[in-house]
């Protein structure tokens, strides 16, 4: 007799950045052969809280994040995927409030931004870094 395995996964809409808006501010100061990354994660809509969240993006080639670095995130780089989930501390994030994490990257060029964010699955916006 067979056994067979059947595992479910949540279907991710395509509308899912209008179902759950968030949205990312990503800034990177040079530092030499490595640099430090601040990320401002923003919970954009106005009834929806985020209570856990995990965060993933492709680091530019050449990039790498060094997870001991990492403050607000607890992050994991396999090749060039990278995963950042919350701690124990930050997991909820209520609407239109958003939370700060960072890391340092070694890595060539701070210049060379990721280009898309996800948080728990779904297509953030990404924004301009706030000035206040």
């Known amino acids: 007799m067979a056994a067979c395995l059947i595992v479910l996964l949540p279907a ?7 179902t759950w808006p ?10 030499g ?6 990320l401002v994660i923003g919970n954009s809509s ?9 965060l993933r ?3 530019p080639p050449g990039q790498t994040v060094l ?24 997991p ?10 960072g890391f340092e990257v070694k890595g060539p060029d701070y210049r ?5 964010f996800t948080i728990n699955g779904y297509l953030c916006s990404v924004d301009a870094w706030p000035t206040a």
């Open 33 to 38: 052969s490595q640099f430090t990354v601040n």
């Open 112 to 116: 060379v931004e990721p280009t898309a």
């Open 67 to 90: 997870p001991a670095t990492a403050h607000g995130v607890s992050l994991v780089q396999v090749g060039q995927e990278v995963t950042g989930t919350n701690l124990g501390y930050n």
């Open 57 to 59: 993006f492709t680091a």
């Open 92 to 101: 909820l994030l209520e609407p239109g409030n958003r939370l700060w994490v």
């Open 46 to 54: 106005t009834d929806y809280h985020i209570n856990g969240w995990t």
């Open 12 to 18: 991710v809409p395509a509308s899912a950045a209008a």
């Open 22 to 31: 968030c949205d990312i501010a990503y800034h990177a100061y040079q530092g």
